[in-house]
T-cell receptor, first 113, second 115 residues
Framework: DQQVKQNSPSLSVQEGRISILNCDYTNSMFDYFLWYKKYPAEGPTFLISISSIKDKNEDGRFTVFLNKSAKHLSLHIVPSQPGDSAVYFCAASASFGNEKLTFGTGTRLTIIP | KAGVTQTPRYLIKTRGQQVTLSCSPISGHRSVSWYQQTPGQGLQFLFEYFSETQRNKGNFPGRFSGRQFSNSRSEMNVSTLELGDSALYLC??????????????FGAGSRLTVL
């Protein structure tokens, strides 16, 4: 049972435009959400997170939106750059700071120059 | 400061064998977590160790085990290997105190192929 779902396996976006990556979850116990980025032959690296008490968190070009009622979160990257091409994983935790994360299957983002 | 180091990076085993993977966390990090990544399944949580004790466990069979040493280094072991155990095994370290946003820092992984 996939509790965190990323329904788009891949996404292509023109350089300079907005990239929007989506994630849905089913477990209402999740209260902390994270996005990780993964390049080939490297481990995932932390990008941005959001607590369930917020609906938006920004960090430079990256913004995460959380819609608790819809159990949906999204990552916006503006403007998209070629170095953003990577696999993006959405992850969720049932308690703040817990190491047990439930990950989605990832979305491969390709930025077209 | 040095990142999370995993060894070996690549290994090939045959069915029925056992394998041990090693992880050295970031200095000062006391929590080490292990994840399995397979195509189509994303990353799946195996277990987490903090101060030499298993603090959390995922839904994997008993063939998967781990331990943590007093210097926070960790090993995981898979016995009686099956073809389906072929995967990228990722180790992540964190402070582990659960007093703040506990971001995991991942190593590059150990890619296991079972023939």
């Amino acid at each position: 049972d996939q509790q965190v779902k990323q329904n788009s396996p891949s996404l292509s976006v023109q350089e300079g435009r907005i990239s929007i990556l989506n994630c849905d979850y089913t477990n209402s116990m999740f209260d902390y959400f994270l996005w990780y980025k993964k390049y080939p032959a490297e481990g995932p690296t932390f990008l941005i997170s959001i607590s369930s008490i917020k609906d938006k968190n920004e960090d430079g070009r990256f913004t995460v939106f959380l819609n608790k009622s819809a159990k949906h979160l999204s990552l916006h990257i503006v403007p998209s750059q070629p170095g953003d091409s990577a696999v993006y994983f959405c992850a969720a935790s049932a308690s703040f700071g817990n190491e047990k994360l439930t990950f989605g299957t990832g979305t491969r983002l390709t930025i077209i120059p | 400061k040095a990142g999370v180091t995993q060894t070996p990076r690549y290994l090939i085993k045959t069915r029925g064998q056992q394998v041990t993977l090693s992880c050295s966390p970031i200095s000062g990090h006391r929590s080490v977590s292990w994840y399995q990544q397979t195509p189509g399944q994303g990353l799946q949580f195996l277990f987490e160790y903090f101060s030499e004790t298993q603090r959390n466990k995922g839904n994997f069979p008993g063939r998967f085990s781990g331990r943590q040493f007093s210097n926070s280094r960790s090993e995981m072991n898979v016995s009686t290997l099956e073809l389906g155990d072929s995967a990228l095994y990722l180790c992540a370290s964190s402070v582990g105190t659960h007093t703040g946003a506990n971001v995991l820092t991942f190593g590059a992984g150990s890619r296991l192929t079972v023939l």
